[in-house]
């Protein structure tokens, strides 16, 4: 039976030649990050009760989660312009999933506290290299899904992910009473998870085609090696401004370890509840992204005022020691962590163009890093000497952010 040409044409014109439509692609590579985030949300959900089962103290639970951000984050100074230069996209993603898949297990059955903290620091450089290059390949579809939507859509099922993985590792912490079997059950959905994405990756090589089928049409050009200059070109000022807003900000946000740690050592939870009380903090991060994509998509920029107000509520709440304004930190804590997750990065997508957009993002990430690094041993030291010293220092600097935010005033490129 012979084919319509001019359905086949169609059918191009809505997918822009990439092999997928547009949202389709943003569904699966969600389901990628669903499965991803169920491996290492699993394993963060437990991190503080974990590493203080092995001797670590508040201080060193904070510096460790914090390093860990960091370590997520920083090293996208190199991954994120490795990306750019080499255009090996798919190869970066692939690599930093592996990496991530390969930690988590292993972070079950060491016995010392040391190699805990480096298995914990390892699963985040997965993550760092993979990011950048995660983050552009999305920036394409959501070019014609709409910015706002598109990253919401996926970090909502990210998060879904996120909540898997922490109900998995509850239930078999509860049943097991052991952290080995509760992070070695995780091995299964990243497996599935790399499979997955590699399906991805064969049925839409080239996802910056979406982007590029929106472009007026223009006459082709002859064929000549493409310039440097454009992936060389300074980012905007307005990109440098939006950092200095997001910086800000992270400094003064709460890590989850030091808040399950305060839940624990508190008495307020027993360990086998935490991972619960994350996956609740996951649904509510998904809300949150979906919530604010959708405004971002409307009113632009001015929609992350919501994030400082949240983050000056999580230490407010969730070093209290009544357990349901703790838990209710918990909650405030995971809609703060969707913002970033998702519409901080949307904003990005829009400030810088394509040809730099992974340079961009892994400069972006570098900062987050640097100032979630700053923010886990601020709040880890406070906790330590005085929990309403922290609450106070915590909402004095996203007092700060919030004016930067105003003054900033980030624009859409």
């Given at each position: ?45 437990i991190t503080g009760p974990l590493l ?331 906790y330590a000497v005085s929990v309403p ?25």
């Amino acid at each position: 039976m012979g084919t319509d040409p001019a359905a086949g044409r169609a059918d191009e014109r809505a997918d822009g030649g990439a092999g997928m439509r547009p949202w389709r692609f943003v569904v699966w590579f969600g389901t990628v990050s669903l499965l991803a985030d169920f491996v290492y949300e699993g394993a963060r959900s437990i991190t503080g009760p974990l590493l203080a089962s092995l001797g670590a103290t508040a201080t060193v639970v904070g510096v460790v989660t914090g390093a860990g951000e960091a370590a997520a984050l920083v090293p996208r100074l190199l991954s994120g312009p490795l990306a750019d230069r080499t255009g090996r996209y798919w190869a970066l993603a692939i690599g930093g999933y592996v990496l991530t898949v390969a930690a988590v297990p292993l972070l079950g059955v060491v016995g010392s506290l040391g190699a805990a903290c480096v298995l914990v620091i390892a699963e985040r450089v997965g993550k760092a290299i993979r990011s950048p290059a995660k983050d552009t390949l999305l920036s394409h579809a959501t070019a014609a899904t709409g910015r706002g939507r598109g990253f919401a859509v996926h970090e909502a099922l990210d998060q879904v992910g996120a909540v898997l993985g922490p109900l998995t590792v509850a239930g078999v912490l509860a049943a097991t009473g052991g952290y080995g079997p509760a992070l070695g059950v995780l091995a299964v959905p990243g497996v599935a998870m790399l499979a997955l994405l590699w399906w991805l990756r064969t049925r839409v090589p080239d996802p910056s085609r979406y982007e590029s089928a929106l472009l007026p049409a223009a006459p082709e050009p002859a064929p000549e090696p493409a310039p440097a200059t454009p992936v060389r070109m300074p980012l905007p000022r307005a990109f440098w401004a939006y950092a200095a807003f997001t910086a800000a900000t992270m400094t003064g946000f709460t890590t989850y370890g030091v808040l399950s740690f305060h839940l624990v050592q508190r008495h307020l939870l027993p360990a086998s509840a935490v991972p619960v009380l994350y996956a609740g903090a996951m649904l509510a991060g998904a809300l949150g992204s979906l919530a604010t994509g959708w405004l971002y998509d409307r009113i632009g920029p001015r929609t992350l005022v919501v994030l400082p107000v949240l983050a000056a509520a999580v230490p407010a709440l969730g070093f209290s020691d009544a357990v349901a304004a703790a838990v209710a930190g918990a909650l405030v804590w995971g809609a703060a962590l969707g913002v970033q997750e998702s519409t901080l990065r949307a904003v990005v997508a829009d400030l810088v163009p394509a040809p730099r957009r992974a340079t961009a993002y892994g400069v972006f990430a570098a900062v987050v890093g640097a100032a979630t690094l700053a923010g886990g041993a601020l709040t880890g030291a406070l906790y330590a000497v005085s929990v309403p010293v922290l609450v106070v220092t915590v909402v004095a600097v996203q007092a700060a952010a919030l004016l930067l935010l105003v003054a900033v005033r980030p624009g859409r490129r």
